[in-house]
């Protein structure tokens, strides 16, 4: 079974700086996808970002950027020029692209605090 | 444009006490549908997922059931609710694109308050 980890249960920023989340995920599969998300206060979860497993150039979403390493299985999300709406609960996914039918598993989240 | 609904948004029933969460997804026809549940602090744990009208699988066992009447409605059920139910329920569609997949969009998710 696919499981997703990530290590930091809470992260800090200042405001325009940049801040790095980490993730990693194992499985035996080879074509996968795998999704960042952001689950502000409201807890409405937003897409940020997604990484197709057969490209191998990082997704770039604005501000938003990962580093996909798949020999490593890591997927970290780097925040760059950090804003106070950033300041959420961020979630890394991983989705098997083999069965249509199959849900996203997630990790367990890591918080992120935007000062000022 | 596709949409989500997702309903009540806040509920606080007494244990033992039925349970009946309802969502409905506009705009996409045969998605696949999702109940997540995340606990206080947690992540999210797969709870069921449908990709048909009367398919259901479930991913954990427990007092919960799922129930998808029609192609775009998904039913969150339980008898007799139990102190461990509280939570956040969140629901969930995807669809298949030419890649064969797509993310999840989710809805604005029901807080469960079991007392």
């Known amino acids: 079974a696919q499981t997703v980890t990530q290590s930091q249960p809470e992260m800090s920023v200042q405001e325009a700086e940049t801040v790095t989340l980490s993730c990693t995920y194992d499985t035996s599969e080879s074509d996968y996808y795998l999704f960042w998300y952001k689950q502000p206060p409201s807890r409405q979860m937003i897409l940020v970002i997604r990484q197709e497993a057969y490209k191998q150039q990082n997704a770039t979403e604005n501000r938003f950027s990962v580093n996909f390493q798949k020999a490593a299985k890591s997927f970290s999300l780097k925040i760059s020029d950090s804003q106070l709406g950033d300041a959420a609960m961020y979630f890394c996914?991983?989705?098997?692209?083999?069965?249509?039918?199959?849900?996203?598993?997630f990790g367990k989240g890591t918080t992120l605090s935007v000062s000022s | 444009s596709q949409t989500i609904h997702q309903w009540p948004a806040t509920l606080v029933q007494p244990v033992g006490s039925p349970l009946s969460l309802e969502c409905t997804v506009e705009?996409?026809?045969?998605?696949?549908l999702y109940w997540y549940r995340q606990a206080a602090g947690r992540g999210l744990q797969l709870l069921f997922y449908?990709?048909?009208?009367?398919?259901i699988s479930s991913e954990v066992p427990q007092n919960l059931s799922a129930s998808r009447p029609q192609d775009r409605q998904f039913i969150l059920s339980s008898k007799k609710l139990l102190l461990s139910d509280s939570g956040f329920y969140l629901c969930?569609?995807?669809?298949?694109?030419?890649?064969?997949?797509?993310?999840?969009?989710f809805g604005q998710g029901t807080r469960l308050t079991v007392v």
């Open positions: 996914a991983y989705r098997s692209a083999y069965q249509a039918g199959t849900a996203l598993i």
């Open positions: 449908s990709v048909g009208i009367g398919q």
């Open positions: 969930a569609w995807s669809v298949l694109d030419r890649q064969g997949a797509t993310e999840a969009f």
């Open positions: 705009g996409t026809s045969n998605p696949n």
